[in-house]
């Protein structure tokens, strides 16, 4: 690939120790290639060493300084774009972290001959990961069968970002209706790939845990990492992910409220069940209100006045049947915690629904 416009991205946060070492090993490996840092502004100074290199690799080392972390994954697509605009041919992504081995960038290279989107995978028999935890290991792992699972893409690492994209192959990506963020553009990235014909192909790589600095995958990119494919495999349910999964919440610590009064009512308080499964309902209500307005549905605005006399409206309807079911099984003589339990089950999808569309509905000014 002698003749061929290699374009190796690298993107990087605090990297001042690695980045230096990097560039002249990738350089020693693929003497043709050329490499562009995308720096999310690091404080470290890792912007500063890069242009400190580039006199020295004139027209082959490239450097675009970005406003802030904006995160890994808009960090590469930030490359490819670059890679697209100044006709490069081949694309490969890899950590600034000496993670991803400039050695194997060969083998990425070879593979990409047949292949529009070769992937550097940890989990090919001939792989090897080495000085992991075995949470982070865990994590991995499942994160990776829970994304194949989901998206059935052909590969067998999801979440590595050592790949090398062919130009047509990024060419044909909607880089503007990629939404997910962190590792999880990677996820992305195939799905949209898969789904317009690409071929794939995977290569084995040692991956060596971060031999210097901290790491930057957070908690909330690994919870991402998750709900986002999703989001990726059902689009068109994304905007109820969130709020499904925070309603969830609210309705839990209801359901906890609702079913703890009810117990200690029966039990000290020796309240007829019919009577205790009232009062327990009405208890909750208040909390599953303010949960609702201030977590699920806080970025919906209107009148707290009109959306309390909807949600009244609405809960009142949820409260005769939260009563009624659980009185009906009572009477047919199952438990009356089983009767509470199926009753709230039972109700919990209508107060969903009526929620999103009509106590906190999107006003037309919200989009």
């Known amino acids: 690939m002698v003749n061929e416009r290699i374009l190796i991205i690298i993107p990087s946060f605090n990297e001042r120790e690695n980045i230096a070492q990097l560039i002249?090993?990738?350089f020693r490996e693929q003497p043709e290639a050329c490499v562009l840092v995308v720096d999310d502004s690091s404080p470290d100074g890792t912007a500063k060493v890069v242009q400190e290199l580039q006199p020295r690799f004139p027209d082959r080392l490239q450097l675009l300084v970005r406003g802030g972390k904006g995160g890994r994954g808009s960090a590469v697509l930030e490359g490819l774009r670059y890679g697209l605009a100044h006709s490069y041919e081949y694309f490969i992504e890899m950590d600034a972290d000496f993670s991803h081995r400039p050695e194997e960038i060969s083998a990425l290279l070879k593979r990409s001959e047949s292949c529009d989107c070769v992937v550097g995978s940890r989990y090919l028999p001939q792989s090897e990961i080495r000085e992991w935890g075995w949470k982070r290991t865990f994590f991995s792992w499942f994160a990776n069968h829970f994304a194949h699972f989901v998206l059935g893409i052909p590969i067998s690492d999801y979440t590595n970002g050592f790949r090398c994209?062919?130009?047509?192959?990024v060419a044909a990506l909607d880089m503007d209706r990629i939404n997910a963020k962190g590792y999880v553009v990677l996820s992305e990235i195939a799905y949209q790939?898969?789904?317009?014909?690409?071929?794939?192909?995977?290569?084995?790589?040692?991956?060596?845990?971060?031999r210097r600095g901290i790491s930057n995958l957070t908690s909330k990119e690994i919870s991402e990492a998750?709900?986002?494919?999703?989001?990726?495999?059902?689009?068109?349910?994304?905007?109820?992910?969130d709020q499904g999964l925070k309603f969830a919440l609210s309705g839990g610590v209801g359901a906890v409220i609702d079913l703890g009064t009810l117990t200690a009512l029966?039990?000290?308080a020796h309240m007829r069940p019919e009577w205790a499964a009232t009062c327990s309902s009405f208890l909750s209500l208040l909390v599953v209100f303010l949960m609702n307005k201030f977590i699920t549905f806080r970025h919906r605005k209107g009148k707290a006045s009109a959306q309390i006399l909807k949600f009244g409206f609405v809960y009142a309807i949820a409260i005769?049947?939260?009563?009624?079911?659980?009185?009906?099984f009572i009477r047919l003589g199952v438990h009356y915690f089983i009767s509470k339990m199926l009753a709230i089950g039972i109700v919990m999808f209508y107060n969903y629904f009526m929620l999103h569309s009509f106590v906190f509905r999107r006003s037309s000014s919200q989009g």
């Not at 994209?165 to 192959?169: C, G, P, S, V």
Request: aromatic residues 14%.
């Open 226 to 241: 998750f709900l986002s494919v999703f989001r990726i495999r059902f689009p068109r349910l994304a905007p109820h992910i």
């Open 266 to 268: 029966v039990r000290i």
């Open 320 to 328: 005769c049947l939260n009563i009624g079911l659980s009185i009906f």
């Open 193 to 210: 790939l898969y789904g317009k014909g690409m071929t794939f192909g995977e290569v084995p790589t040692l991956f060596i845990n971060r």
């Open 165 to 169: 994209y062919r130009r047509r192959a």
């Open 24 to 26: 002249e090993a990738i």
